[in-house]
């Protein structure tokens, strides 16, 4: 059955941490993708990965930046939380045009 | 630029009543388009897909929806709603900017559904 998992479902950071949100898929996909998800806003992308070491940025990519070391596994960095950071991310891999599938999320608060 | 817009955030309806989410998309190419589901405290779940294949898509738990290019929409529909379907519900289009297949999303729909 196709995976993807996040490694936390809730986070509480201080203003200022540096965060890092890890993604892992087991399905062998070369895309991977990260997205915020708002309240009203819908999903916007951040950052997406089509091979290792390879990234490309997405609508709202300020604040964020990203590391791809291994095919499975898609982190996402916050350099210095803000707390307009204060969100739901998720994570996605697909491969080629296929279906994006998606982990459960997490929700990050920024105090 | 491709955009997605879903008419109305908000739609309630009574348990044996149709569901209707109105999707509405732009592109400069011909679009994948999808809809998925997300149940409170979940990750998206795909319900079905367009990918220039039959127009009249079937996807879970009794969700179809229709593309129809001439009205640039691609509406889901379901027949009857049962309370299960409470949920918010995204319908998106490939990014055709982007080689790594991302999709845009609109902002989404809540589906209240009363007994």
């Known amino acids: 059955d196709v995976k993807v998992t996040q490694s936390s479902r809730y986070l509480v950071k201080r203003t200022g941490e540096k965060v890092f949100l890890e993604c892992v898929q087991d399905m062998d996909h070369e895309n991977m993708f990260w997205y915020r998800q708002d309240p009203g806003l819908g999903l916007r992308l951040i950052y997406f990965?089509?091979?290792?070491?390879?990234?490309e940025k997405g609508d709202i990519p300020e604040g964020y930046s990203v590391s791809r070391e291994k095919k499975e596994r898609f982190s996402l960095i916050l350099e210095s939380a803000s707390t307009n950071q204060t969100s739901m991310y998720l994570c996605a891999s697909n491969r080629g045009w296929e279906t994006q599938y998606f982990g459960p999320g997490t929700r990050l608060l920024v105090l | 630029a491709q955009s997605v817009t879903q008419l109305g955030s908000h739609v309630s309806v009574s348990e044996g009543a149709l569901v209707l989410l109105r999707c509405n998309y732009s592109s400069s190419v011909p679009p994948y388009l999808f809809w998925y589901v997300q149940y409170p405290n979940q990750g998206l779940q795909l319900l079905l897909k367009?990918?220039?294949?039959?127009?009249l898509v079937k996807g879970i738990n009794g969700f179809e929806a229709e593309f129809k290019k001439s009205e640039t929409s691609f509406h889901l529909t379901k027949p009857s709603a049962h309370m299960r379907d409470a949920a918010e519900y995204f319908c998106?289009?490939?990014?055709?900017?982007?080689?790594?297949?991302?999709?845009?999303f609109g902002k989404g729909t809540t589906l209240s559904v009363s007994s």
């Open positions: 998106a289009v490939s990014d055709s900017r982007q080689a790594g297949t991302a999709l845009i």
């Open positions: 367009y990918t220039s294949a039959a127009t």
């Open positions: 990965s089509y091979d290792v070491k390879m990234k």
